[in-house]
């Protein structure tokens, strides 16, 4: 099976609908999706990690926290 392919942190934030500003945001203050430090600078997503996050986004109502 070959390994997941990570998407860098522009192409994760147009997946999700996001700036990459406000997805550099939501990582620096722990709110956002999962990630890997590839390398001490570069970061990356896992598409994988990415739906996950989306999943647990979802409220019926906007009074659910």
């Given at each position: 099976m070959p390994p997941p392919v990570l998407l860098?942190?522009?192409e994760?934030?147009?997946r999700l609908?996001?700036?990459?500003?406000t997805l550099d945001k939501?990582?620096?203050?722990?709110?956002?999706?999962r990630f890997v430090k590839s390398t001490a600078r570069a970061v990356r997503y896992d598409p994988a990690d990415l739906d996950a996050w989306i999943s647990a986004q979802r409220r019926s109502s906007t009074s659910e926290m």
């Open positions: 860098n942190v522009r994760a934030a147009a609908g996001l700036s990459k500003s939501m990582r620096c203050a722990g709110k956002g999706p």
